[in-house]
C-alpha cells in the first residue's frame, strides 16, 4: 500500500510502515535509527513517522537511507509510560500514539510500529480500529526462542488482558495458528493449552472447557491441537503455538527475558574467571556471538495485537535501533502476507463453532 498523498516518501509499490516515534524509553533519536536500519536493508519500506515534525526533521536528515523514504506527521504530545490508558483515550487526541494508530485506520499505512505504554496503546487501538466481529479480547503473541525448526513459537496472550474464559482461549488458539501460518510459514501449526499438567483432567474447568473447544476446531481450521502443554513445552519442540491468559502469558514472558539475561550474565563472569578461561572464551568466540544472536530479545522484538481491524506491532518500550529494526521487519512482513484479512477471516469461521460442549463441561467442573 502506498500514500497517494506523499508519492515522494512512499515511492511506488512500497510497503507503508506507520511509526509511534515518541513512546520509547530512549527517545526519537532511537526509534529514527532504528527504521534506517530497517531502510537500508530493505528498499520495499516507507514510513509515516509521527511525533513533533521540527525535531524529527533534524533526525531524519542526518539518516541517507531515509531519503525521500519518510512522511512525517506533527503530532505534538506524547503518550508517557506513566499515563492512564483511560487519560490517553480522553485526551490522547493530539499524540503521536494516537496519530500513528489512525494512519492505518484510514487505509494511509498497513501496519503500526509503537515502543509506547502498553496498555494505552491496546486501549487506543480497540478504540480507533476496534475489535474484529465476534472477539471479545484482542491478544499479544510474541515470539519465543525455540527447540523448533522455524527457530520460535508463538505464544499469546501474554498482556492484553488477564482475564480469559473458554471462548477467548479458542479465538487465541485461531488467531495464534493464523500468526504461525502467516508469519512463520507453517502449513498446519501444532497449538498446545498451557495448564499446569498434561493430563486431561488437570487445570481450571474454563482450560478443560478450552481443551474440547479447540480439539473441535482444529480439523476445520487445519491446524493440528496437541492437548495441554507444561511451562517446560513453551521453549520446545512440542508444539509451535502456546495458548494461555495474559497473566501467565505476561509472568512467562518477563521470566523468561530475565533469565536470558542472566544466563549472558553468567557467562561473561565465567569467562572472565581466570586468564585459562578467558583463552577459551577467545577459542568459542564464534560460538559465543551465535549463541548471543539466538537468545538476543532485541532480534525477535515485537508484541502483534491480535483480533483488531488492523496490524499493530508493540516494540519493548526500551528496544534500541536494533530492536526497532526487528519490529519493522515483522511488521512489513506481516503486512506483505496481508496477515490482516486472513486473520479476520480465521476469527469468522471459529464464530459458527458450537458452545454447548465447553458450557456443559464447565458446570462439570463446577460441580466438582
Not at 513459537?153 to 495458528?177: P, S
Amino acid at each position: 500500500m502506498t500514500v497517494a498523498k506523499d508519492t515522494s516518501a512512499s515511492g511506488a509499490g512500497r510497503t507503508i510502515i506507520s511509526v509511534d516515534a515518541m513512546g520509547g524509553d530512549r527517545g526519537p533519536a532511537t526509534v529514527v535509527a532504528g527504521i534506517s536500519r530497517s531502510a537500508k536493508k530493505n528498499p520495499n519500506i516507507g514510513f509515516i513517522l509521527h511525533g513533533p515534525a521540527d525535531e524529527l526533521q533534524k533526525l531524519v536528515a542526518r539518516r541517507k537511507y531515509l531519503a525521500g523514504r519518510v512522511e512525517i506527521r506533527d503530532a505534538r504530545d506524547v503518550v508517557t509510560m506513566d499515563d492512564k490508558p483511560s487519560q490517553v483515550m480522553r485526551h490522547g487526541k493530539n499524540t503521536s500514539m494516537w496519530s500513528a494508530l489512525d494512519a492505518v485506520r484510514a487505509g494511509e499505512a498497513e501496519v503500526c510500529v509503537s515502543c509506547g505504554n502498553t496498555g494505552a496503546l491496546m486501549a487506543l487501538s480497540m478504540v480507533r480500529l476496534r475489535k474484529l466481529p465476534g472477539v471479545n479480547r484482542p491478544a499479544i503473541a510474541v515470539l519465543w526462542p525455540s527447540r523448533n525448526p522455524q527457530g520460535f513459537n508463538v505464544m499469546l496472550d501474554v498482556g492484553a488482558d488477564i482475564r480469559a474464559d473458554e471462548t477467548d482461549l479458542l479465538q487465541y488458539a485461531q488467531m495464534g495458528a493464523s500468526y504461525a501460518r502467516n508469519g512463520m510459514g507453517l502449513e498446519r501449526p501444532r497449538v498446545g493449552l498451557l495448564n499446569v499438567g498434561t493430563e486431561e483432567h488437570k487445570g481450571r474447568a474454563e482450560l478443560k472447557a478450552a481443551h474440547d473447544l479447540i480439539e473441535a476446531v482444529a480439523p476445520k481450521s487445519k491446524f493440528e491441537f496437541v492437548g495441554f502443554v507444561e511451562g517446560g513445552d513453551i521453549p520446545g519442540d512440542t508444539c509451535d503455538v502456546i495458548v494461555t491468559d495474559g497473566f501467565t502469558g505476561n509472568i512467562a514472558l518477563k521470566t523468561g527475558e530475565g533469565t536470558a539475561s542472566l544466563i549472558g550474565d553468567l557467562l561473561k563472569e565465567a569467562f572472565k574467571f581466570s586468564p585459562l578461561s578467558r583463552l577459551a572464551a577467545l577459542l568459542a568466540l564464534t560460538s559465543l556471538r551465535r549463541l548471543k544472536k539466538r537468545i538476543d530479545p532485541r532480534r525477535v522484538n515485537g508484541g502483534v495485537f491480535l483480533g483488531l481491524n488492523g496490524t499493530v506491532v508493540k516494540s519493548h518500550g526500551s528496544a534500541d535501533a536494533t530492536g526497532v529494526s526487528a519490529a519493522v521487519k515483522l511488521a512489513f512482513q506481516l503486512a506483505r502476507q496481508g496477515f490482516a484479512g486472513k486473520l479476520a477471516a480465521r476469527v469468522a469461521s471459529a464464530n459458527d463453532l458450537p458452545q454447548d460442549t465447553a458450557q456443559e463441561n464447565l458446570k462439570d467442573g463446577e460441580q466438582e
